[in-house]
Structures are given as C-alpha cells and as structure tokens.
C-alpha cells in the first residue's frame, strides 16, 4: 500500500509541474517547488488518514467475533450462540389465567390465554413449556388468589429421569387474620410473585404447580391477574 501511496505522489508532483509548464510557462524553479511541498503535505495527510481507517477497521473485525461469543442480542432478529455462525430465532412466552381455578395439591395452573409465544415452545394444553434449545432462560410468575384462600406454587422443571428442580416458589395468603382479639380482617399477601434465572437443557418441561396446602382447595384469581412468562437469554 504504502508502495502505491508513493507511486500516486510521484504522479501528482509530475501532473503539477506538467500543468504550470502548459499554463504558467514563466513559473520560477522556486516557486515549482513549494507547489511540490504542497502536494507532498496534502499526500502525506491523506497516508494517515488512510492509516487511521485501516486500524477502525482491525478494531472492528476483532470486536464481532467477542460479541458474538458473549450471545449478543440483535433486537427483533436473534441471538447468536458462541459455537454457531447462523442467528437463532427469540424464544420467549407470556401467558395469563382467564377464569379463576380451584385447584388442589400437585395440579397445574392452567394458563390459557397466550399473549405471546415466540418459537411456539408454550403447549396450552399441557400448560407447561418445553424447552426447545439448552441455555439459559429467565422465568416470571405473578399469582393472586381469592378471600379465605392460602396458597403456595412453584415453578417445576422435569427431565422425566431424575427428580423435579423447583426454582420459584410463591405465597399467596388471603385469610382473615384476628384484630384486637375482637374481630378479624382480611389482609396478607393476596398477590405476589417472583423471577428466577436458570439453565435448561434441551426438552426440559416447565410447570408451574401448587405445592401447599396438600388437603385443601385453593382458588386462584384470573382476569390477567395472574401470570407466567420465560425467555431464552443465551443459548449454551
């Protein structure tokens, strides 16, 4: 490059000298040469420009490959995996209770209303979400429940081999409680919630199921009120 630049230099200076020789013939010696330092500061910026663009362009070549390996997030589009040049689509679900549910000990919060459900990993049906690809998820729920009602539920991950993982659990308390020995008011925590952040492997199922009381029913309250959502934030 550096060859060419000098080449290019050697050219203008004979292009000026051959200009002045045609329109100024009287142009003195002296003056040709500051015509020719002129020409040579006017190369010389242009060489560190040139420079400078070079090394942006090194800089930028050896930043993609770092975010690529970090699983940068490319808004709307995807994200990318350290170990796969092709972008995999969003994975992410959010779903709400229609109804209010009474449900008894082990049994599956029924979400049925699908907000959203970005690379269809959300089974209505089953009320779970299977895991479509391993990596790295981030899970919310949000539960309210009805007077006279105590309830705990958990989010439930299943391999089908070894035992469940429970990695949220969430209280939800709407009884009476005795004021002054004289009467009672209803007060607690009659919604309520949480966020964990997990990894999963490939066909990993997740459910959210009531855990506590084991004897009793307790109803959950619907009407968008109570919620559940996942999101891939960095396949592994």
Request: hydrophobic share 35%.
């Amino acid at each position: 490059m550096e060859q060419y630049c000098k080449l290019a230099m050697m050219l203008l200076v004979l292009w000026a000298v051959s200009c002045h020789g045609q329109h100024v013939p009287d142009l003195t010696v002296g003056q040709l040469h500051s015509q020719v330092r002129e020409l040579e500061g006017t190369v010389q910026q242009l060489l560190k420009l040139l420079d400078m663009q070079n090394l942006q362009t090194k800089s930028t070549k050896a930043a993609t490959p770092a975010m690529e390996k970090r699983g940068f997030m490319y808004p709307g589009v995807s994200v990318y995996p350290s170990d796969v040049s092709t972008p995999v689509d969003e994975i992410g679900f959010h779903v709400s209770l229609t109804d209010d549910v009474r449900l008894d000990w082990g049994m599956k919060l029924p979400f049925d209303t699908i907000v959203e459900n970005m690379g269809e990993a959300y089974n209505k049906a089953a009320a779970e979400f299977t895991c479509p690809i391993s990596g790295t998820y981030l899970f919310s729920l949000n539960i309210a429940c009805k007077k006279d009602s105590y309830v705990e539920v958990s989010v439930e991950i299943n391999n089908g081999k070894s035992p469940p993982r429970y990695i949220l659990n969430t209280v939800c308390d709407h009884r009476k409680r005795p004021l002054l020995g004289v009467s009672s008011l209803y007060c607690g925590n009659t919604q309520n919630g949480g966020t964990a952040i997990v990894s999963l492997a490939q066909d990993e199922t997740v459910t959210v199921k009531k855990m506590w009381p084991v004897g009793g029913v307790s109803t959950i309250i619907g009407n968008g009120f109570s919620t559940f959502s996942g999101y891939l934030l960095r396949p592994s």
